[in-house]
């Protein structure tokens, strides 16, 4: 019963984070409230974006990934003598940062559907989604361009921004899936429609032109035939 008090304490006693630069620490704290020496698991889910490359440093921690949670943890177990405090720290990279790049290709193909919309009869509907998409974008630009002293409101604003840039790309997938509803053939389309044209037409106008030729033989060998003399 007291090692599970021990556990359940060092659960809600939680765990302070800092950050430097490219870098976040985990800042672990487990007591032993008791009078007499115990032996005290440690157990601490780390955030769900953390992976095992991400940690720089653990010290003598070791690291689990636990299935029905979908997260990776540290664990371990010390020995402390009454009253003590045990402190842990883990280093691991700042991995709650969105590539720019992601943000400017979105934009950029948002840009180049636009375009396509402007050759349809929808062009007002594409300047909303547009618009949406744009502002979106924005909104994930200025979450990552606040800084703030708190790791954990950092974390917390990474997943509002990825959920904003996944709303995006969702709203410019929808896009793309009308325009290709929409669109007016392409180029090459038309070109073999065209050509079909053309030699349909100069086949049926050899046809034509054949048809009148056997027919202005036959008149002219008919004419012959009545002009020549009657045989005696």
């Known amino acids: 019963m007291r090692v599970t008090f021990l556990i359940l ?14 870098t976040i620490t985990l800042r672990l704290m487990a007591v032993n409230p008791a009078d007499s020496e115990q032996t005290v698991p440690v157990k601490v889910y780390l955030p769900m974006e953390v992976k095992p490359e ?7 921690l070791g690291v689990a990934y ?23 720290e883990i280093e691991i990279k700042d991995v709650w940062v969105i590539d720019s790049t992601q943000i400017g290709l979105t934009r950029q193909e948002a840009k180049e559907t636009l375009e396509q919309f402007k050759k349809t009869n929808y062009v007002e509907r594409a300047n909303l989604l547009y ?14 361009d606040m800084s703030s002293a708190s790791p954990s409101y950092k974390i917390s604003n990474y997943r509002n921004a990825l959920s ?16 290709s509803e929409v669109a007016p053939k392409g180029l090459a389309g038309l070109t073999w429609k065209i050509i079909l044209f053309i030699i349909i037409f100069l086949g049926v106008l050899g046809f034509g032109f054949f048809f009148i030729w056997q027919r202005q033989m ?9 002009q020549q003399p009657p045989q005696e």
């Open 218 to 226: 036959k008149m002219e060998a008919e004419q012959q035939k009545d």
């Open 131 to 144: 618009a949406g998409i744009d502002k979106k974008l924005k909104e994930v630009e200025e979450m990552q």
């Open 9 to 22: 304490f060092l659960l809600l006693f939680c765990s302070s984070i800092a950050q430097a630069a490219g």
């Open 164 to 179: 904003l840039l996944n709303s995006a790309k969702a709203d410019l997938l929808a896009a793309k899936t009308l325009l």
């Open 66 to 88: 636990d299935a029905q949670q979908g997260n990776y943890y540290v664990f371990g177990e010390y020995q402390l003598q009454p009253k003590e405090t045990l402190e842990k």
């Open 54 to 60: 991400d940690i720089i440093y653990k010290g003598d």
